[in-house]
């Protein structure tokens, strides 16, 4: 039978344990105490005493208290007895390092003396066993363990790994078990946890309903894997007004979810998609729901093609509601409330240079236009127009023309 390692820890643990004593060693023949010799001398020349770590401890460099440490040292790790006990330590010779070195007594009980088997079955590192891990950051899967590996690609927040095999200069080989995506990750960015449940593995629900709308991200909210706020499912952030494409809707125990891509999963509400208005026109034309948050929509027909968070006008200066046509197109200018007959000193006057791609759709100077000056998307804040970032007025220009409807309503 081969030697038993938790025979050894028994042993060391059991009501029959005594610590290594001064005068236990100091009948050893000289032989068997010569400092780092490391060789076993027959039975017949000296009586070999050896102990085993019952506690995790550390090997120094002398019995002094400020002596060095050398490294810690696990449960049930063999040392031959070289010296007798000097204040709280041993001297003893490491077959695990083939060195020597000095170790605390009160750590160790006493074994017989193992086989050269015996010490080749102890010694030998434990058989690694996978584990389940979680990124507790966002983390970065690399081709290699060394700091030349290449980064080949980011690994959300809570996401499970597998980890495969022990670790290599601070990174450890993972597999992503929903993609099989395999890689070596940070050993600082993950942490010990259970199996995943069964949930995680399952796949993506069908749609209630396919949408197929352009849309915007109202307020900030995460993106999830699956229609689920489970942290395991986050993918990543969304911002206010950040353009998304509605593809399609899910309901479940946990509300109402658009579908915004391939597996990626938002709450309905924190997304504005157009809604058709009583009224569409033939060919291109420009829908404004003035309703907050404030949406501006472009048309081909009855079919959206893109929308866009808007800053509509003030209480005091209300974006006029109707059915319009592009009258004129300035594609850069200087607005001046002093053609309206606002003073440029007043509480509501305005100078504002470089103004871009204002398309004006009433005679008294309401236009959908760049807002550079504001970023309330989707909100009062204007004198009448309807503001939008440089990407969206751009769209617009580059979409309409004069002449093109414009459809402004709550």
């Known amino acids: 039978m081969g030697f038993n390692r938790f025979a050894v820890l028994v042993a060391a643990i059991g009501a029959a344990l005594t610590l290594v004593s001064t005068s236990l060693v100091a009948n050893v023949p000289e ?45 049930g790790i063999p040392f031959k007895v070289l010296t007798p006990q000097q204040g709280s330590r041993l001297q003893v010779y490491n077959p695990l390092t083939d060195n020597v070195g000095w170790i605390d007594a009160a750590a160790v009980g006493p074994i017989a003396t193992p086989t050269p088997e015996q010490l080749a079955e102890l010694l030998a590192p434990p058989a690694f066993e996978p584990w389940w891990a979680m990124t507790h950051t966002p983390a970065v899967a690399y081709s290699a363990p060394g ?21 290599e200069s601070g990174r450890v080989l993972t597999v992503d078990p929903r993609n099989d995506g395999y890689g070596y990750v940070d050993t600082a960015v993950l942490g010990a946890v259970g199996a995943p449940p069964a949930d995680y593995f399952a796949g993506p629900p069908p749609d209630d309903e396919t949408l197929n709308l352009p849309g915007r991200v109202i ?142 759709f009433t005679g008294d100077g309401a236009a959908l236009h760049y807002n550079y000056w504001r970023s309330n998307w989707g909100y009062a ?28 309503h709550f």
């Open 31 to 75: 032989a068997a105490l010569a400092q780092g010799t490391g060789a076993a001398a027959s039975p017949a020349q000296q009586t070999e005493i050896w102990v085993a770590t019952h506690s995790p401890t550390e090997i120094w460099a002398g019995p002094e208290a400020d002596a060095d440490s050398f490294g810690s040292v696990r449960i």
């Open 147 to 167: 700091p030349d590996a290449t980064a080949w690609t980011r690994i959300p927040q809570w996401r499970y790994l597998h980890v495969l095999a022990p670790d």
């Open 219 to 360: 307020g900030t909210v995460d993106r999830y894997e699956r229609p689920s706020r489970e942290n395991y499912f986050a993918l990543d952030r969304l911002f206010h007004a950040d353009p998304v494409t509605v593809e399609g809707l899910v309901s479940n125990d946990e509300g109402n979810w658009y579908r915004v891509g391939d597996k990626a999963y938002v709450p309905t509400d924190n997304v504005r998609v157009p809604r058709l208005p009583d009224r569409t026109f033939a060919g291109r034309w420009v829908d404004a729901n003035i309703s907050e948050p404030v949406m501006v929509t472009a048309y081909e027909g009855d079919r959206p093609v893109y929308s866009a968070l808007a800053v509509k006008g003030t209480v005091a200066f209300q974006t006029p509601t109707g059915v319009f046509r592009i009258l004129r197109r300035v594609a850069n200018e200087t607005m001046d409330s002093a053609t309206l007959g606002i003073p440029r000193t007043s509480p509501n006057g305005y100078y504002l240079k470089d103004v871009l791609y204002t398309q004006y």
């Open 381 to 408: 804040g204007s004198h009448g127009c309807m503001g939008m970032n440089y990407d969206d007025s751009k769209f617009f220009w580059d979409f309409a023309s004069v002449g093109t409807p414009v459809y402004v």
